[in-house]
């Protein structure tokens, strides 16, 4: 009969012999049957090479000095790739720091909303920073409240996942979306990072000044080369599958 009586498990787990374990693991194997499942459903910080490289590049956005046009990035992936948990290692590395009258943010996350209207994403960047939310706002007001708390809350670096939700507006929603991106970038003088499949860089691709001088993936997922390096742009005179440039872009870089 299984004892029920959770010391007398304990104590019958601790007699197992477990040196056939690492002591990290044998810890692990030691907690009370109801918290072991739990521990492994948890999630894990895997640190493999391409994470490890999207983490440096994400690193060396927030430590860069404000000018006039600032670098981007786009990190690609195909869906349940791994995106979201960079990203949110990355937040987690600078959670916000109180002070004795204001909150610095230092990495602000905003998800896209489903579509792609200016209103909506100045709300969704409101909620992101706890701002209390008055109805019936003009897009005006949005816009002042939003760039005063963005500068008042020292926002370094600005995260949009699902970013390919762009593509969900029509025509003329889309430009004023894109148009949005650029103005924040350049009002604001800080990074932008655009999380999501590839179809965020499709997004991107129709706005020509937020496109211009970004390398893109252009191998499947996967396949050797995109293991190696990123893949570039096609030209006549250059393959699919090209050497980078030598020049870095001016604007987006994709990581994929």
Known sequence: ME?????????LVAAEDLSHLHQAAQQIARLPAGERPAYLRADRWIGYTRATEALARLEALLAWPAKQRMPNLLLLGPTNNGKSVIIEKFRRAHPPVWHPDWEEIPVLTVQM???????????????????????????AELEQLTLRLLRQTGVRVLVID?????LAGHGTARREFLNLLRFLGNELKIP????????????????DQLETGSPRSC????????????CWPASPRRSRCAAPPSSPPRTWLSIC
């Open 162 to 166: 699902e970013l390919y939700n762009t």
């Open 219 to 230: 191998c499947p997922a996967g396949s050797p080369m995109s293991r190696r390096a990123n």
């Open 192 to 207: 932008l990072v655009g999380v999501g499949t590839r179809d965020a860089y499709l997004a991107i691709r129709s706005d």
């Open 113 to 139: 909303p489903s579509d792609p209207k200016v209103s909506r994403f100045y709300t969704a960047l409101l909620t992101a920073l706890g701002a209390p939310l008055r109805p019936g706002q003009r897009l």
């Open 3 to 11: 004892p029920t009586d959770p010391v007398l498990e304990a104590e």
